[in-house]
């Protein structure tokens, strides 16, 4: 069964500090991974899509890494802003997209 | 070039009626996908459209249907509305035949149910 499934499911960080956030999936074949930023009451923005060549891609401050042989990928955000506060979402095309439930994030003053 | 628009943004309907959902694509995009999103479940597929045929369909009841037009406008209609439908309704255009097949996502039509 094609599934995406992610942690923390939710995390809490002072401004300016980094985190990472996880995703692992099981969806085959396997042909891209995607994350997504979505702010509270708005439809998610894509901030990366990685495919399966591809290791590491930066998008600004935001940093996916990605290890098909453990079928995990990370979001890596540095030097946090607050309007960083928003929900991350991994997904994977299996027929339809699968997408992960997502990791709350907030990022305090 | 303007991005996916959804009406309305928000809506409250009592428990048995129906609602109708409208989503117009990017300009270009054949492809629509509709989405529910609830907080327990994350984002769940509906149906997807392309070139006005149904390509997929989620695991949802029959009271969930679409249909898409040939300008790529789509609805989505739910009857008998229940409790557990509300959510936040998401839809989402793309251009097959790209490289990374991106889906654009709407600003979604939050659903009440009461």
């Known amino acids: 069964k094609n599934q995406v499934e992610q942690s923390p499911q939710s995390l809490i960080i002072l401004e300016g500090k980094n985190c990472t956030l996880q995703?692992?999936?099981?969806?085959?074949?396997?042909?891209?991974l995607r994350w997504y930023k979505q702010d509270t009451g708005r439809g998610p923005v894509s901030l990366t899509i990685?495919?399966?060549?591809?290791n590491t891609k930066s998008n600004g401050r935001y940093t996916a890494t990605l290890d098909a042989d453990t079928k995990q990928s990370s979001l890596h955000i540095t030097a946090s802003q607050l309007s960083d506060s928003a929900s991350y979402i991994c997904?994977?095309?299996?027929?339809?997209?699968?997408f992960g439930k997502g990791t709350r994030l907030s990022v305090i003053a | 070039k303007a991005g996916v628009t959804q009406t309305p943004r928000y809506l409250i309907k009592t428990r048995g009626q129906q609602v109708t959902l409208s989503c117009s694509p990017i300009?270009?995009?054949?492809?629509v996908s509709w989405y529910q999103q609830t907080p327990g479940q994350g984002l769940q597929f509906l149906f997807e459209?392309?070139?006005?045929?149904?390509?997929n369909k989620g695991n949802f009841p029959g009271r969930f249907s679409g249909r898409q037009f040939s300008n790529s406008r789509s609805e989505m209609n739910v009857s008998t509305l229940e409790l557990g439908d509300s959510a936040l309704y998401l839809c989402?255009?793309?251009?097959?035949?790209?490289?990374?097949?991106?889906?654009?996502f709407g600003p979604g039509t939050r659903l009440t149910v009461t």
């Open positions: 989402a255009s793309s251009s097959p035949g790209t490289a990374s097949y991106e889906q654009y």
């Open positions: 995703c692992n999936y099981t969806v085959s074949p396997f042909s891209n």
């Open positions: 990685m495919t399966f060549s591809e």
């Open positions: 997904a994977s095309p299996g027929t339809p997209l699968v």
């Open positions: 300009s270009g995009h054949r492809s």
């Open positions: 459209y392309f070139s006005e045929t149904q390509r």
